[in-house]
Every structure is written in structure tokens, then in C-alpha cells.
């Protein structure tokens, strides 16, 4: 009796530390303040270089280089220029393929892909980095899909059914952050600490990334959200362009119409910005920047850059005879693709027909990418 007793207390004292205990860690895990700040790329180039078009020209850049791949080039050579002096620099060949050429910005480092199939058939590939004179390679992670996004010290990758997982930069923990679809990355609403991710049909994954719960290999809070139910004005959504001031800017009418979504008294309500009368085909061929978009004209010769905050559009580039095509923007610049009218884009691009132009959002050609 005295034995069982005794074994009673220690039970009851046993019992007492682990509630404690899981208070306590839960307590230190609802106290996580991350808020994802850094961008290995803006938005619109990572999905750009991930898996915009085949053939395409993948790009990043920060205050000293502009990289970049020309996709159409079968070595898929990249290639550094010097923003000061303008010397531009062949680091390395087969960096990603025709299909997709991952590149980020990681502090003094430069991350890319190689191919793990030569014949294109996978989309399977290797991730590396260098620094930035194509020196002192490193493996991150063999055999993955093309990466989302560089955000702060990780790296985001697909997962197993499109799932999302992410590898440390600085220590390579790999860990699953969500089972939810996270197709396209496009953006981070900073205020509410939320990353968003668009799939192709038509939904959004609100996800708040808690790194304690990651680390100890726990959930995270995330949300599967339908645009298409939500209250307003528009029909078809075709795609997401990212989020400014924590409103949602995205494509409707399969892609012919440009539109916010706003949430107000905790309910998203949509809006068509530019309609479809003017016949602009926004689809594959707009981008978001800051708090800028541009697009094309209808017939696309002329590109326009829109100010959310003014809501004025203006032309800054135009080349009469020619079409042109918006790819991406990183900051003030915009890359941009041109081919004849006599030719289709894909075909264009495919044969070596296109050329890649870097502009800034004044018009001024700063490179031509061949």
C-alpha cells in the first residue's frame, strides 16, 4: 500500500512537470515574431525565371550586378554585368534549362539550378550556390522541382503534391512548412505576417510561417482561399500579380481584365481596375513591381506602367512594327521580349527570334540580354 502510494506521488509529480512543460513550449512557440522581410528576387522574376515561358531569359539583380540566362541559347550561359562599368562577365554554362532557370540573390551569394535531365523530359533539379565571380560552388539540395523563392535565410521549394517544404541557408535543416497547394509564389502581406500562393485554379494559400513550430517540425497556420466566391465585380480569374498595401492584386475575365481584391470588415471584395473593352491580354503578359504594374498595349507594340497610387497609366517604352511582351520587373526595371509580327511569341522564342531588353520604367534601354 505504502509502495503504491508512493509510485502515486511520482506519477501525479511526473504529470505535473510534463503539463508545465507543454505549457511552457507552447507558451515560447505562440511567442514567435517572424515576419518574413528579404526577397531573394522581386516576385514577378522569380516566377519569370521559375517557369514563365520556355526558352525565356531568366534575371536577378542587386546594387553592383544584373545576372542573367538567356534560356533561348542552348549552354544556358550566365552572365554577370557590372551596373558600374558595364563589363559584362560569362560565370558558367547549363545553369537551369529551356524550361526553367531559378536564380536568386542570397546576401554575397548568387543560387541557381542545374538540370538533372539534358533530354527535358523532368523537371527535376539541383540547386547551388556561388559566389558572385561563379566561385566557391556549393550543393543546397539535390533533386527537387525549380524553387519558389529565397525569403530572408531559407529557401522554398515544391514539396511532395505540390506541398510546400523550405532548406535553411544557414545550417540546411530541411522541414515541410505546409500541405496545402502552393503553386506560384506572389507575395507577403507584412502587416498580418502572411506568405500567399496562387494555384491554377484559381486559389490562394494564406500561410503564417511560426519558425519554432517548424523546427520542431509542427503545423503552420495556413488558409485555402477561393477568389472566384469572393463578393464583387469579377468573373474568371486567370492569375495573381502580387500584393501591394495588403490588397490583392490579380486577372480576371481569363485574363483580359486587371483587378484588386480589398478586404473590408473582415470580407475580400473584388474590383475591375481596367475592363476588358480595351481588349489588353494581361495574361502572361503583365507584372507588378512596388507599387507599379506594366502590361502592353493591345496590339503590343507600346508598354504601359500603371501607379496603383494615382491610378494613372502612362507609356514608357513603344516600338512600332514589333511585339513586345513584360517578363518581369526588379525595382525601377523592367525586362521586356520582342519579336516580329510575322511570328508567334512561343515560335519567336524558340527559334532565337526574340530579343531580351532591359529597361528602366522611363524607357531608357539599359541592356540587351543576347
Same mark, same amino acid.
Request: proline share 1%.
Given at each position: 500500500?505504502?509502495?503504491?502510494?508512493?509510485?502515486?506521488?511520482?506519477?501525479?509529480?511526473?504529470?505535473?512537470?510534463?503539463?508545465?512543460?507543454?505549457?511552457?513550449?507552447?507558451?515560447?512557440?505562440?511567442?514567435?515574431?517572424?515576419?518574413?522581410?528579404?526577397?531573394?528576387?522581386?516576385?514577378?522574376?522569380?516566377?519569370?525565371?521559375?517557369?514563365?515561358?520556355?526558352?525565356?531569359?531568366?534575371?536577378?539583380?542587386?546594387?553592383?550586378?544584373?545576372?542573367?540566362?538567356?534560356?533561348?541559347?542552348?549552354?544556358?550561359?550566365?552572365?554577370?554585368?557590372?551596373?558600374?562599368?558595364?563589363?559584362?562577365?560569362?560565370?558558367?554554362?547549363?545553369?537551369?534549362?529551356?524550361?526553367?532557370?531559378?536564380?536568386?540573390?542570397?546576401?554575397k551569394s548568387i543560387i541557381y539550378a542545374k538540370s538533372k535531365d539534358k533530354n527535358y523530359q523532368e523537371f527535376y533539379y539541383d540547386i547551388y550556390s556561388s559566389d558572385f565571380?561563379?566561385?566557391?560552388?556549393?550543393?543546397?539540395?539535390?533533386?527537387?522541382?525549380?524553387?519558389?523563392?529565397?525569403?530572408?535565410?531559407?529557401?522554398?521549394?515544391?514539396?511532395?503534391?505540390?506541398?510546400?517544404?523550405?532548406?535553411?541557408?544557414?545550417?540546411?535543416?530541411?522541414?515541410?512548412?505546409?500541405?496545402?497547394?502552393?503553386?506560384?509564389?506572389?507575395?507577403?502581406?507584412?502587416?498580418?505576417?502572411?506568405?500567399?500562393? /496562387?494555384?491554377?485554379? *484559381?486559389? !490562394?494559400? $494564406?500561410? @503564417? +510561417?511560426?519558425?519554432?513550430?517548424? &523546427?520542431?517540425?509542427?503545423?503552420?497556420?495556413?488558409?485555402?482561399?477561393?477568389?472566384?466566391?469572393?463578393?464583387?465585380?469579377?468573373?474568371?480569374?486567370?492569375?495573381?500579380?502580387?500584393?501591394?498595401?495588403?490588397?490583392?492584386?490579380?486577372?480576371?475575365?481569363?485574363?483580359?481584365?486587371?483587378?484588386?481584391?480589398?478586404?473590408?470588415?473582415?470580407?475580400?471584395?473584388?474590383?475591375?481596375?481596367?475592363?476588358?473593352?480595351?481588349?489588353?491580354? /494581361?495574361?502572361?503578359? *503583365?507584372? !507588378?513591381? $512596388?507599387? @507599379? +504594374?506594366?502590361?502592353?498595349?493591345? &496590339?503590343?507594340?507600346?508598354?504601359?506602367?500603371?501607379?496603383?497610387?494615382?491610378?494613372?497609366?502612362?507609356?514608357?517604352?513603344?516600338?512600332?512594327?514589333?511585339?513586345?511582351?513584360?517578363?518581369?520587373?526588379?525595382?525601377?526595371?523592367?525586362?521586356?521580349?520582342?519579336?516580329?509580327?510575322?511570328?508567334?511569341?512561343?515560335?519567336?522564342?524558340?527559334?532565337?527570334?526574340?530579343?531580351?531588353?532591359?529597361?528602366?520604367?522611363?524607357?531608357?534601354?539599359?541592356?540587351?540580354?543576347?
Amino acid at each position: 500500500m505504502v509502495k503504491t502510494k508512493k509510485l502515486f506521488k511520482i506519477a501525479i509529480v511526473t504529470l505535473s512537470i510534463v503539463a508545465v512543460s507543454i505549457i511552457i513550449l507552447a507558451v515560447w512557440i505562440s511567442r514567435d515574431d517572424y515576419v518574413p522581410q528579404k526577397l531573394g528576387n522581386s516576385v514577378s522574376a522569380a516566377l519569370n525565371n521559375r517557369y514563365r515561358l520556355r526558352y525565356g531569359c531568366s534575371i536577378a539583380e542587386n546594387t553592383d550586378y544584373l545576372f542573367y540566362v538567356n534560356r533561348s541559347n542552348n549552354n544556358c550561359q550566365l552572365f554577370r554585368i557590372n551596373k558600374k562599368s558595364g563589363e559584362k562577365t560569362l560565370l558558367m554554362s547549363d545553369v537551369g534549362d529551356r524550361n526553367s532557370g531559378s536564380l536568386f540573390i542570397y546576401k554575397k551569394s548568387i543560387i541557381y539550378a542545374k538540370s538533372k535531365d539534358k533530354n527535358y523530359q523532368e523537371f527535376y533539379y539541383d540547386i547551388y550556390s556561388s559566389d558572385f565571380d561563379g566561385k566557391n560552388v556549393k550543393l543546397i539540395k539535390k533533386e527537387c522541382e525549380a524553387p519558389h523563392m529565397v525569403i530572408d535565410d531559407w529557401i522554398y521549394f515544391p514539396g511532395k503534391d505540390n506541398s510546400l517544404s523550405r532548406i535553411s541557408l544557414v545550417n540546411g535543416k530541411e522541414r515541410n512548412v505546409s500541405g496545402l497547394e502552393c503553386d506560384k509564389f506572389v507575395g507577403i502581406d507584412k502587416m498580418n505576417r502572411n506568405l500567399y500562393w /496562387f494555384t491554377e485554379a *484559381s486559389y !490562394l494559400t $494564406k500561410l @503564417k +510561417i511560426n519558425n519554432r513550430r517548424t &523546427d520542431l517540425f509542427l503545423k503552420n497556420s495556413n488558409e485555402k482561399l477561393e477568389i472566384g466566391t469572393w463578393s464583387g465585380d469579377v468573373d474568371y480569374v486567370n492569375g495573381v500579380l502580387g500584393i501591394v498595401k495588403n490588397n490583392i492584386w490579380f486577372l480576371g475575365d481569363n485574363g483580359l481584365s486587371l483587378c484588386k481584391a480589398e478586404k473590408k470588415n473582415n470580407k475580400w471584395e473584388t474590383k475591375v481596375i481596367i475592363d476588358k473593352s480595351k481588349g489588353i491580354g /494581361f495574361a502572361q503578359n *503583365s507584372v !507588378l513591381e $512596388k507599387d @507599379k +504594374i506594366y502590361y502592353v498595349s493591345a &496590339d503590343e507594340s507600346k508598354v504601359y506602367m500603371y501607379d496603383i497610387n494615382s491610378g494613372k497609366e502612362i507609356v514608357i517604352y513603344e516600338k512600332p512594327g514589333m511585339h513586345i511582351s513584360v517578363a518581369a520587373a526588379i525595382g525601377d526595371h523592367i525586362l521586356i521580349e520582342e519579336w516580329g509580327t510575322n511570328e508567334n511569341h512561343a515560335n519567336a522564342m524558340k527559334y532565337g527570334h526574340a530579343n531580351y531588353y532591359y529597361i528602366n520604367n522611363s524607357g531608357k534601354v539599359l541592356y540587351e540580354l543576347d
